[in-house]
């Protein structure tokens, strides 16, 4: 990570966000507790905006999920740069947790899985518990080729 400003914020918020999308919220569980500085309000603030992330995130779907997620991002942006504007002691703290996500979500620790659907002409249907979906919807019939749907 650099040093420039801004960038940390913005690599945090990326990393929050990869790891809801993903389904690794329980990753993102120590994030409320740096905002413990500005008081116990703003803590449990950051929770609650924490899992209207998660409820957004998980309701986005198709293009929907990309304007999402860019949303969310701008918004955990926000978050810490004012985290970080009030408290620059935290900037170790903010890299660390940033670290520790990035590092987690790289290595897929056991029961934590991504489904990735290709889904043709229809709707996704529910996928399960810590699981998010891919779906790539190319319209017309979809064609089963080698045990792989085209």
């Known amino acids: 990570m650099t040093d420039l400003p801004g960038v940390l914020e913005l690599e945090f918020a990326k990393e929050l966000i990869k790891a809801v ?23 449990i603030q950051a929770s609650a905006e924490l899992d209207r992330t998660e409820a957004r995130l998980a309701a ?10 860019v949303v969310q991002e701008a918004t955990w942006e926000t978050l810490a740069r004012g985290l970080l504007a009030d408290h620059p002691e935290l900037a170790p703290q903010l890299q660390q947790l940033t670290r ?3 590092e987690a979500l790289e290595a897929k620790p056991e029961g ?6 290709r889904n043709e002409g229809g709707s996704a249907g529910a996928m399960g518990p810590n ?20």
């Open 21 to 43: 999308v993903a389904g690794g919220v329980e990753l993102v569980r120590k994030v409320p507790a740096l905002f413990r500085r500005q008081g116990e309000a703003r803590e």
């Open 112 to 117: 934590f899985t991504v489904y990735h659907q």
């Open 100 to 102: 520790e996500i990035r």
């Open 60 to 69: 986005a779907a198709g293009s929907g999920l990309s304007r999402e997620i």
């Open 131 to 150: 699981a998010t979906a891919t779906v790539h919807n190319y319209g017309g019939t979809a064609q089963r080729t080698g045990g792989e749907m085209r």
